[in-house]
Nanobody, 123 residues
Framework: VQLQASGGGLVQAGGSLRLSCKAS????????MGWFRQVPGNEREFVAA????????YYTDSVKGRFTISRDSAKNTVYLQMNSLKPEDTAVYYC?????????????????WGQGTLVTVSS
């Protein structure tokens, strides 16, 4: 089972990026999916999550109104649209698949992790 994250890069503050996470080896149609991020030296923190059907989403306060998580079950892919990026959004972003069906910020609920994609926002 593999979660392949892509779409990271260097962008100026105020810009946008769209991250993608494609799953292979199994389908996550019935599972919640999430995005987390980590700055070196810090713990991995929750960013956004989406339920199995996409009807429920959940965001950390610092990205509400700027980031949007979505999923295309037919493509077994989850997206994170990031707008109005800030330098403090700079991190390695990881996608993850949950054991359950709901959208959750609980890192322990996720048992599949991608390799991460680096997002750098310059001021």
């Amino acid at each position: 089972v593999q979660l392949q994250a892509s779409g990271g890069g260097l962008v100026q503050a105020g810009g946008s990026l769209r991250l993608s996470c494609k799953a292979s080896g199994r389908t996550f149609t019935n599972n919640g999916m999430g995005w987390f991020r980590q700055v070196p030296g810090n713990e991995r923190e929750f960013v956004a999550a989406i339920s199995w059907g996409g009807s429920s989403t959940y965001y950390t306060d610092s990205v509400k109104g700027r980031f949007t998580i979505s999923r295309d079950s037919a493509k077994n892919t989850v997206y994170l649209q990031m707008n109005s990026l800030k330098p403090e959004d700079t991190a390695v972003y990881y996608c993850a698949g949950s054991r359950g069906a709901s959208a959750t910020m609980n890192r322990a609920a996720y048992n599949y992790w991608g390799q991460g994609t680096l997002v750098t926002v310059s001021s």
